[in-house]
């Protein structure tokens, strides 16, 4: 059974950091692209962060300079380094696996796999 475990969310005060981990279990996702979305309450679903099976790194412009995503295919984790947190980057942020190996895409739908979320709440 495939699983995808975040942690690490918590609260912070803005301008704090917080690292987010995302462990695979189940099988190897090393060709996949892995993501982070998240999700603040009455509001869509949107792409944070995204690495490609080679290393290339892909951001949201809101996060860009501040977020720094990374991944070790060794050991079938993903991480979300934080900094300069803001208050409006709190929500649910999730890892996600893409359908397809060798695949890009910031929506949703273009990923198959999804862990539980992990709450990531910045005070002001």
């Known amino acids: 059974q495939v699983q995808l475990v975040e942690s690490g969310g918590g609260l912070v005060q803005a301008g704090g950091s917080l690292r987010l981990s995302c462990t695979a279990s189940g099988r190897t996702f090393s060709t996949y692209t892995m993501s982070w979305f998240r999700q603040a309450p009455g509001k869509d679903r949107g792409f944070v962060a995204g690495i490609s099976w080679s290393g290339n790194t892909y951001y949201a412009g809101s996060v860009k300079g501040r977020f720094s995503i990374s991944r070790d295919n060794a050991k079938n984790t993903v991480n979300l380094q934080m900094n300069s947190l803001k208050p409006e980057d709190t929500a649910v942020y999730y890892c996600?696996?893409?359908?397809?190996?060798?695949?890009?895409?910031?929506?949703?739908?273009?990923?198959?796999?999804w862990g539980q979320g992990t709450q990531v709440t910045v005070s002001s």
């Open positions: 996600a696996a893409s359908r397809s190996p060798s695949t890009f895409s910031t929506a949703p739908g273009g990923y198959r796999y």
